[in-house]
């Protein structure tokens, strides 16, 4: 499993990283695989991580479970916890997925896109 960033930077610094990346693409050159989630200021990088979905990110990362056992090891709220685990899984830090459980219908899986998340901020 790779290394994820999640970034605050200016939106020239992304723009910059994408044009760097079509450039490659019309050379016909291979584009590293990234996973890079930028935000432009941090506001909307607290939008995102709140404090409770970083310890549930640490949870998921220490051991990818469900949806229901994550909201048990929390002592959180499954609700609360499901509303959360879609926020991760949109912004792309978590990948969810359907287990079928035999004779028991199905469950959600989280587990972490990467096992290492790197934090940097350029001001």
């Given at each position: 499993m790779r290394?994820?960033?999640?970034?605050?930077?200016p939106s020239a610094t992304f723009f910059e990283r994408g044009r760097e990346i079509a450039k490659r693409a019309d050379r016909g050159l291979a584009i590293p695989p990234s996973r890079v989630l930028s935000f432009e200021d941090f506001g909307s990088l607290l939008h995102v991580l709140t404090e409770k979905r970083i310890?549930?990110?640490?949870?998921?990362?220490?051991?990818?479970?469900?949806?229901?056992?994550?909201?048990q090891r929390l002592k959180r709220d499954r609700s609360a916890v499901t509303r959360d685990v879609q926020v991760l899984a949109h912004y792309g830090v978590v990948q969810v997925t359907e287990k079928i459980l035999p004779g028991h219908g199905k469950q959600k899986w989280v587990t972490p896109i990467a096992r290492q998340i790197r934090l940097t901020a350029e001001l």
């Open positions: 290394k994820s960033e999640i970034r605050v930077e310890v549930l990110l640490r949870q998921v990362k220490d051991e990818p479970a469900s949806i229901a056992r994550l909201a």
